[in-house]
């Protein structure tokens, strides 16, 4: 591994050489690998009640951890569980020069049901062996406590060489990214000053492999709603009524059928306003990226992709919006038969968005789109279940520039820039609510069995995290404010 | 009311006056009550083990009172409960000649729940006043007690006039309609010599009004299919997936859809093979019958109906087939939003069939036009709900024409020809084990209130009940076999 210092010179006169963060880091990371242990022997399940006392321990945990490092720091109170929130204005004359930073990740975990599928208890850690080296099985192991350990022990190493952090740092941490984070909005509007800084660091994503990292910039949005078409007033007997009165299934069925064209595009009007084409370059780097589909796809029992004609399934997933029903159910859903002609039928449909696709404007031409075809007799209700857009980081923010940096530093490559299907909820309130950019940089991988029994994280992992948060710390502080 | 005699002249002279018969339903209607409430005070709930030692009662006390009329009749033994079967070979020397008469019906009734909603006992039958003057009000009253004795009741004047009936007869009353029917075939199969006959009455149906007979030429078939396609191996978040592999439900939507094209017609291949058109006779017939199309819809709070295009709402339910979604279910069905890809998704699919369609055929052609619409990935697992032919009794039979002549007696006014949307499975199953067709001739109302709270039959349709089957057999009898 390289270990070059920051490449930015103007500024780099006031910063430690990068391979003393790197090694202070090495050095400490048996204590790491203990830290992190007592933080997931604590459960910190958000969702369940029972477990609120713990959740609160968890979070005056991390509050000390922080204070150890010389951040002012506390368990904000909100309407939910405990917002971690720390600051350190950084060290040196420079530091208010520099960019501010703001760590995002969370402390609480999934709940461990099914517990007996687990091979060690989900709240004791165990350090064992794997093909990749030594692992660490936690419930919360990678997703988040691991990956914020990553940020914390981070700080620690430049608290040890350089007596904190080269510029202001903020961390908000939460305790209900796992049930729904009801708090954290309103939490953003009340301490947005305390909040002020000019990037996000977000690590709750993964790296492409065990030895290459990733930066992901580009995360799904997610538009759901429900939708019920009522017909007949009642339930009838499909003897006496069928073939001459709406059937509410049936009329469903049509409209949902009618959401795609045959290119397999969604085909309500204004659905692709603001889909970007994908640049050629970030095609071709995702061309040359060496995603296995047959892998992928055999794994769940498919031969080959279906999706939207054109487009690879990398495509597909990372930089294409899409139309899945989630959930469908009206009529007799029993055993055997009963001739019902039903008063209503149900859908649950969403909808991932990319680029700058408006979901409240994708929720409504959605609604207009199911009205228009509804036969006379039948009529829609709608119920929302929330929206979020797109995200897509800019690939040549000097952010990025320096996060890449930093990751070369620490593997010797550079991190490859990849999509996710998937939403993050926080990133988006985020920049609407801070006004700031977020740069996703995680340190999972695929197989860390998040949100499932014997949830783990390479300890190789848990290492390159650290050391690439050290590394890309002293970057972003190398960077004009 | 005309009380003309057979209009047969060849056979007439060793019958007896209709009037006479006529004027002897009469004469002991009051008894004819009594016996029908007697009937209904034994609560024959077939589908109820609980139930068991009454069902048989019943059975016995409708064999006792057969033979109290000359019957040799039994309960027979079945898989089920038991059949009541019984037989007169008529009286004179010219009964033989005549044609053999076979009526079906079943003495067993639907359970009584909800029992808080009815105004008096279940099984304590009661004669109110009503707006069409005295109704009895009892589980059965019309389902198919009150039927079955208009048939015995008939049988009873035939014997206190001419001393048995003018033909052949015998009787099929099963118990086990409300419940599936399930000995009904094995028992015909096995008793097909002693079920001979030329013709079969069903008396399970209704009028028109009150005071308009009515003869039910057209049931409805049915073929029920339930089909379930399975895409990924299990269910997978839709983020990480969406839009790159088939959505069971998007793709059971699909197919559901494309059963029907913008006409409302059936698209399967073959699904019209065997469909009669509807003779212009029946169809200006059914023009004038004055069917009350607003308030048919009215009340289940349609303003207009919906279906094949170019045919009215009567012929809809009554001579067209159908396609009807009974149920559908996939993913995620509770409250809220999750964002899952379903592995497999179902739906419950019937079709209602007229003329010669046939069953099995159809039942191949959907599951043959399912797999042809699969998208690679996906697979379609078929279970069948059963299936049976549309029946259509021919309007130029000899036997329908007697009836009519009877009816007309009776009512002083031809009785329409009418059709319905369901299915009587029997009448299927007489024709195609026992060879012979069936005669469906009721006088129930529309707002009787068959398998709910509160079921009643109009005494005067109960009498005039009575006095049809009298003179219907006299028609009857008055044909060449």
């Not at 165990?126 to 914020?148: L, M, S, Y």
Request: net charge negative; aromatic share 8%.
């Amino acid at each position: 591994m390289s270990t070059s210092s920051p490449s930015q010179p103007h500024a780099a006169s006031s910063l430690p050489p990068v391979a003393s963060l790197l090694a202070e880091v090495d050095r400490g990371f048996g204590r790491s690998v203990e830290r992190l242990a007592d933080f997931l022997r604590i459960p910190s399940v958000s969702t369940d009640p029972a477990y609120d006392a713990e959740t609160r321990r968890c979070a005056e945990w991390l509050v000390a951890e922080l204070r150890g490092l010389g951040f002012t720091a506390e368990a904000a109170k909100t309407i939910g569980h405990p917002m971690v929130v720390a600051h350190h204005p950084g060290v040196g004359p420079d530091a208010a020069k520099r960019p501010r930073i703001l760590y995002y990740g969370h402390y609480d975990v999934q709940p461990a049901d099914p517990v007996e599928l687990w091979t060690s208890p989900p709240f004791e850690p165990a350090v064992v062996d794997g093909p990749r080296g030594k692992r660490i099985v936690a419930r919360g192991a990678v997703d988040d406590k691991g990956q914020v350990m990553g940020i914390v022990e981070a700080l620690r190493a430049w608290h040890a060489v350089a007596g904190g952090p080269p510029c202001p740092v903020t961390l908000m941490i939460e305790g209900e990214e796992e049930s729904g984070s009801k708090s954290l909005e309103p939490f953003m509007h009340e301490a947005k000053s305390r909040l002020a800084a000019d990037v996000c660091v977000v690590s709750d994503t993964g790296m492409w492999d065990v030895t290459t990292p990733a930066i992901t910039t580009r995360l799904r949005g997610l538009v759901y709603m429900e939708v019920t078409v009522h017909g007949p007033t009642r339930d009838l007997h499909s003897g006496m009524y069928g073939g001459a009165v709406p059937n509410p299934i049936n009329v469903l069925a049509k409209i949902l059928a009618e959401l795609h064209d045959a290119e397999r595009r969604v085909t309500i009007p204004g659905f692709y306003d603001g889909v970007g084409e994908l640049p050629a370059a970030t095609k071709s780097q995702w061309d040359s990226l060496g995603f296995d589909e047959g892998e992928f796809l055999g794994d769940i029992g498919l031969k080959s992709g279906f999706g939207e004609r054109g487009h690879s399934t990398l495509e597909r997933t990372w930089s294409r919006p899409t139309c899945d029903v989630n959930g469908i159910f009206g009529g007799y859903t029993g055993k055997g038969a009963k001739t019902v002609i039903a008063a209503h039928a149900t859908a649950k449909v969403s909808f991932r968005l990319v680029s700058r696709q408006d979901p409240a404007r994708i929720a409504a031409a959605f609604e207009a789109f199911v009205r228009a075809r509804l036969p006379e007799g039948c009529r829609a209700e709608f119920e929302s279940h929330g929206g979020n857009p797109a995200i897509e980081v800019s690939e040549n923010s000097r952010y990025l520039g320096a996060a890449e940096r930093g990751l070369r530093t620490v593997f010797g490559k550079a991190p490859l820039l990849i999509g996710t299907g998937g939403s993050i909820p926080a990133v988006g309130s985020i920049g609407r609510i801070l006004g700031m950019d977020s740069l996703l940089v995680g340190f999972g991988l695929d197989d860390d069995c998040v949100h499932s029994p014997n949830e783990k994280f390479e300890l190789a992992c848990y290492q390159n995290a650290i050391r690439s948060h050290a590394a890309m710390l002293a970057e972003f502080a190398g960077l004009p404010r």
